[in-house]
């Protein structure tokens, strides 16, 4: 799949069930999750939709839209 391509639908983080611990970004191989004001956030730019940060985040908070 290509990163980021036209069609894709990126990694959501779901603000209030994130406690910005960071678990999703390191799972991230395309490094599209950074975490910033104790919030994750996702590049679409580099999300592919493989999903990794969704089986890696603790809390549930990032789902595929």
């Known amino acids: 799949m290509a990163v980021g391509g ?3 639908i990126p ?3 779901i603000p209030d069930m994130c406690s910005g611990c960071g678990q999703c970004a390191p799972s991230c191989p395309h490094k599209a999750i950074s975490v910033c004001a ?3 956030v996702v590049d ?3 999300c ?3 999903e ?3 089986f890696a ?3 549930g908070a990032v789902t595929m839209k």
């Open 38 to 40: 104790g919030q994750a």
């Open 48 to 50: 592919d939709e493989c």
């Open 57 to 59: 985040c603790i809390n």
């Open 11 to 13: 990694a959501y983080i």
């Open 6 to 8: 036209e069609g894709t």
């Open 44 to 46: 679409p730019g580099l």
């Open 52 to 54: 990794a940060c969704v």
